[in-house]
């Protein structure tokens, strides 16, 4: 139950996130892009989309990786301490 909870407000948050960046993208003249009909400004729109997806995720990725080698290290350190 706590599993299914902790997913649903994960995917949630994803929602919001997606639903934000397109309706920027969209505030900001975005609505050019999608609603000229031109095949090309609709694949650029939606390029930019999925890019600023792939951005945010590549960075939340980066940021959880250094810290778990910084957490890595630490607990390096501290088994040296106790096995001295």
């Not at 997606?18 to 609505?31: K, N």
């Not at 000229?36 to 930019?48: F, K, Q, T």
Request: glycine share 4%; proline share 1%.
């Amino acid at each position: 139950m706590k599993n299914k909870a902790k997913k649903l407000l994960r995917w949630l948050c994803v929602f919001l996130l997606c639903f934000l960046v397109i309706y920027l993208i969209v505030f900001f003249g975005g609505w050019k892009l999608f609603e000229s009909g031109d095949p090309i400004l609709i694949e650029i729109g939606v390029a930019l989309v999925l890019s600023v997806f792939i951005f945010i995720i590549n960075e939340v990725i980066t940021t959880h990786e250094k810290k778990i080698k910084d957490l890595e290290e630490q607990i390096k350190k501290i088994e040296n301490i106790i096995t001295k």
